[in-house]
């Protein structure tokens, strides 16, 4: 009975709408064209972006060419924690905008920094990091020299979570053996207790995606006490070079 009601509803409509002037009806086929048109557009401009978001992640995370600083070394770089600003300072293609803290960055040369919350229990406490030169260059050899001291021996077991943003889009989000990526900057493990210091020499790709980076890196130890945290935010201009290698 609900489907014959509607069909006469329907015709009853349809009916009212052919006796009106060609005028109105013609007007109002071109409103619903319009909002159609609108509605349409919107829905290709969603693709767009989700495929361009799409193409972005595949760039980042397929990149594998010889002569390029490969993504392993970025983590190693960053859960290393004694010489992280490699994972993070090599985004600095020309002279970016960086959010720091005063209270939060770690002394030095680099713009690295802490997470915001209290480091008084870290493992590990960094003296300072520098980087030569600063900002790096596209396509010339960045050298990273850290100083620091571990607190506590730092055994196997120990992990990182790692986040890396471009913008909004999340590319990486993963936990990962810090161990395995220690060995990247020439430490392994067990760490034991005492002073450390990293000099470590990479070299740098010649293009970079232009945006904003976020890179957050939280270690902590097999039996979940944290190790230490940290962070930076980069953004860079579109004629910016640099580490990721990619045009969009």
């Not at 159609?36 to 594998?64: C, G, H, M, P, W």
């Not at 960045?142 to 055994?155: C, F, H, N, R, W």
């Not at 790709?205 to 944290?226: C, H, N, R, W």
Request: hydrophobic letters at 40%.
């Amino acid at each position: 009975m609900r489907s014959a009601t509607t069909f006469v509803d329907c015709k009853a409509s349809h009916d009212a709408f052919n006796t009106k002037p060609f005028a109105v009806r013609h007007s109002t086929l071109i409103t619903i064209f319009h909002h159609f048109t609108r509605l349409s557009s919107n829905i290709f401009d969603y693709f767009a972006s989700f495929r361009k978001r799409l193409k972005v992640q595949k760039s980042f995370e397929s990149r594998k060419s010889p002569g390029a600083m490969r993504f392993s070394t970025v983590t190693a770089c960053l859960t290393a924690c004694l010489a992280p600003a490699a994972a993070l300072s090599v985004l600095n293609g020309k002279a970016p905008e960086l959010t720091i803290s005063d209270d939060l960055k770690i002394p030095g040369d680099s713009p690295l920094e802490f997470c915001p919350g209290d480091h008084a229990a870290d493992l590990i406490k960094i003296d300072r990091v520098d980087l030569s030169p600063n900002p790096p260059k596209a396509g010339q050899e960045l050298l990273i020299k850290a100083k620091g001291s571990v607190k506590q021996k730092i055994e196997e077991g120990a992990y990182v979570l790692l986040t890396v943003k471009y913008g909004l889009i999340r590319l990486i989000s993963t936990k990962a053996d810090l161990c395995e990526q220690i060995g990247n900057v020439d430490l392994k493990c067990p760490v034991e207790k005492g002073e450390v210091e990293v000099t470590k020499s990479v070299d740098l790709p010649a293009e970079i995606p232009s945006g904003k980076y976020t890179v957050l890196a939280d270690v902590f130890t097999a039996d979940d006490v944290q190790i230490t945290c940290l962070t930076a935010t980069v953004t860079f201009s579109r004629s910016s070079k640099g580490f990721f290698g990619s045009d969009l």
